[in-house]
């Protein structure tokens, strides 16, 4: 059986990031997995194609190449097991993308089939504590994984996003210590999340790291942990989820090579 879900409510978060909460009898077999940063793999229907949610993946990606089903990952930003509710926090750039699209236009009924859940990452309980760098892309997992650090454990976030109106609230029962890096005032600094990781103190008894976002900002920051910091690779999470001036279908293309160059750079 298909699962997908019946938007329920569109709230704008900020200017740039939008929520959708997801609900209905398609999440019934909806499991949700252990890891703070899971995400879903939602299909999106080509306007004009002759099919809707719920529809069978494999017929549809058989049909011709402009009305197949395009995939994109998302970050579960929360599960609610009594309501049965999904929210999902979508990046949007005007009418630019087409999950972004799907976002702003979508309205209570509307439907989004996705496939997973999967992931590979959370807090550890046993951490001394924890380091979160990354951008919008990142902050739906950045913010879930907070929720989950343990009171009285420190927490160092390090978030670049385009200006004060895209901050979110973000909470911890652990202690949290908080940067916001602002793009708006940053155009001659191209590595300024990277000076401010460089900035930041890192708990006493050592971090779990977790780190996240655009390509070329997360290599500056991983070459700075583990090379300049010394710190070890196990269990940190380092990835990108996006690369600049590449769309996603391109950027998919080169992100096998991209990683392996990071790993010849530490």
């Known amino acids: 059986m298909a699962t997908f879900g019946e938007v329920i409510e569109v709230q704008r978060l900020t200017p740039r990031m939008v929520r959708v909460v997801l609900g209905g009898d398609g999440l019934v077999d909806f499991t949700p997995t252990a890891w703070t940063d899971q995400y879903v793999n939602a299909l999106f229907v080509p306007q004009g194609a002759a099919y809707a949610p719920p529809f ?19 970050t579960v930003r929360r599960w609610d097991p009594a309501t049965r509710h999904l929210a999902i926090d979508f990046v949007v750039h005007g009418d630019v993308g087409v999950a972004g699209r799907w976002a702003i236009s979508a309205r ?3 439907r989004l089939q996705i496939v997973g859940p999967t992931g590979s990452y959370a807090p550890d309980p046993a951490a001394g504590g924890h380091l979160m760098v990354g951008d919008e892309s990142a902050l739906p997992a950045i913010a879930a994984s907070l929720e989950r650090v343990p009171a009285g454990t420190p927490a160092v976030v390090v978030a670049i996003v385009d200006d004060a109106d895209h901050e979110l609230d973000l909470d911890c029962p652990g202690d949290l210590d908080l940067t916001w890096v602002h793009r ?8 300024r999340l990277l000076r401010a990781v460089e900035a930041v103190d890192l708990p006493a008894d050592g971090a779990q790291v977790f780190v996240h976002g655009e390509a070329a900002e997360v290599r500056a920051v991983r070459r700075h942990l ?15 989820y996006w690369r600049r001036h590449l769309s996603d279908e391109r ?4 992100k096998a090579e991209w990683l392996a160059a990071c790993e010849q750079d530490v």
């Open 56 to 74: 069978d993946v494999d017929e549809a990606r058989r049909g011709p190449a402009e009305q197949r089903p395009v995939g994109r990952r998302y």
């Open 108 to 110: 209570p009924g509307d």
């Open 184 to 191: 708006s005032d940053a155009h001659d600094e191209p590595d």
């Open 226 to 240: 583990l090379g300049d910091r010394g710190l070890a690779r196990q269990g940190t999470s380092i990835s990108p």
């Open 251 to 254: 950027w998919r293309q080169v």
